[in-house]
């Protein structure tokens, strides 16, 4: 499916999207925990691979009025777990199915089969798990336990390494600890602490050090709350091109909130006041962004930059080599052919606003591509090829943007 997003002026209210990461994590502790209710949960490609995957290790799962009932597994059930385009959905499950006796397999899609999990096997392994998969321990990989707890050092590349571990460890009989070493995008841990704490998880933070003793999930009841990556592409279509309102905005551990000081820092008026955040439209100037732990505003960053005055730097972004696409490369290209002056760094780009053409671009299958880049079209028209992948995050964005009157057309 390919998207024409032509020059609009919006306007509206719209509701905030609610949480990708948080919605994982809370379905993963509601397959665990003896009965549980999940409200306002977000419905996409990725939570999906996650849900089937809670029902797949036992749990029952029904639904009502928009909320999930979960009554959960005693046991983990081995078998075939497929993650789709889901990095944190295969992260968890590796760990979760070391548990097991008995081998899994878990795969994925073209994408994730290219995304390592090198670190997580090795750290696995050195406690009793037998993992063997592709070059650095890509999809398909066959898990097979059981692991017994101890101290583990890890320096990971993904956080999701570190929060598959988190979710595993409690639910053995001894006492583990896990030293990370190195890791970026560490606020997406703090969103794991803070679904295991409301599941009554024994794991104490101190500092790079996780000590973790045996428990047993008991989540009762989560509200999911908005998601501020999906935010940051409604915050911005009101900065570039009109005036918008987000209701139910509330806050949570979510690293990414750090969206609204970075535009208010670029220029932007926006404004959160208790639940509701307007947006409007503004000069915008160039800055530099530390990436490290909030590598999923980078494109969303990137095509503020373009319209931005001046010259814009993000940095210690080179863990977004490895996400759906090549991030740092897919942005580039992708701004380069809207006539954006645009280069790639090591650790990121440096992208020097004010010129935008229309043109196509290449989702490259990535949500975050697809949906940063449609904030272009509304100051020039700009189509958007393999728009159908915003459906792994935010299902609804393109409809959003619609009640915001923003000029959309499937092509």
Sequence with gaps: MDVRISKSEVKGELVAPPSKSYTHRAFFASALSKKSVVKNPLISDDTLSTLWSCIGMG???????????????????????????????????ISLLSLSERASLVDG???????????????LMKLGAKISGGDRFT????VRGPIRGGVVRIAASSSQFVTSLLFALPLLDEESTVIVEETKSRPYIDVTLDVLERSGMKVEADGKEYHIHPSEFDLREFQVPPDFSSLSYIVSAGVIAGEVKVNGVVDSRQGDKVFLDVVREMGGEVSWKGDVVVARKSELEGIEFDARDTPDLVPTIAVLA??????????NAEHLRIKETDRIRTVVENLKRLGVDARETRDGMIIRGGRIEPGTIDSFGDHRIAMAFSLLGLVGEVVIRDAECVGISYPSFFRDLMRIEARVEVL
Excluded: C, H, W
Excluded at 139 to 142: E, F, Q
């Design 306 to 315: 373009a319209l931005a005055k001046g010259e814009t730097r993000i940095r």
């Design 139 to 142: 999809a398909p990989l066959s």
């Design 109 to 123: 899609d073209e994408s994730l089969r290219k995304r390592p999990n090198l670190e997580l096997a090795e750290a």
């Design 59 to 93: 749990a029952r799962v029904s639904r009502k009025a928009g909320n999930l009932y979960f009554r959960g597994t005693e046991e983990i059930r081995p078998g075939y777990y497929y993650a789709g385009n889901s990095g944190t959905t295969l992260r968890i499950l």
